[in-house]
């Protein structure tokens, strides 16, 4: 699996931005498609995730109710709106495509691709 992610920028506080995942040399029925984040100096850690087939979603606890995942069948891509944007969001926002359990999808490690990253920079 092939991920490109786009759509990264500098944003004021309280703005939105929508970041894009699009993935390419497989098809994508089994997989789920997380976000993760990485700020400088700090671990990568999980934003959000969607089961590619089902469209089950599940959030962190610091971006619910902020931001939306979605995907688009038709496009083979992945999205992430994020609104209410706060300065603690800004870091390198990662795609991910995982054939983990649901249950496991919170770890970085249950990835098998990425994509390269893009850069959110929130300012206040």
């Known amino acids: 699996v092939q991920l490109q992610a786009s759509g990264g920028g500098l944003v004021q506080a309280g703005g939105y931005l929508r970041l894009s995942c699009a993935a390419s040399g497989h098809r994508f029925n089994n997989y789920k498609m997380g976000w993760f984040r990485q700020a400088p100096g700090k671990q990568r850690e999980f934003v959000a995730v969607?089961?590619?087939?089902?469209?089950?979603?599940y959030y962190a606890e610091s971006v619910k109710g902020r931001f939306t995942i979605s995907r688009d069948k038709t496009k083979d891509t992945v999205y992430l709106q994020m609104n209410s944007l706060k300065p603690e969001d800004t870091a390198v926002y990662y795609c991910?495509?995982?054939?983990?359990?649901?249950?496991?999808?919170?770890?970085?490690?249950?990835?098998?691709?990425w994509g390269q990253g893009t850069q959110l920079t929130v300012s206040s």
């Open positions: 969607i089961n590619w087939n089902s469209g089950t979603l």
């Open positions: 991910g495509a995982s054939l983990g359990a649901w249950s496991t999808l919170r770890s970085e490690n249950m990835y098998l691709s």
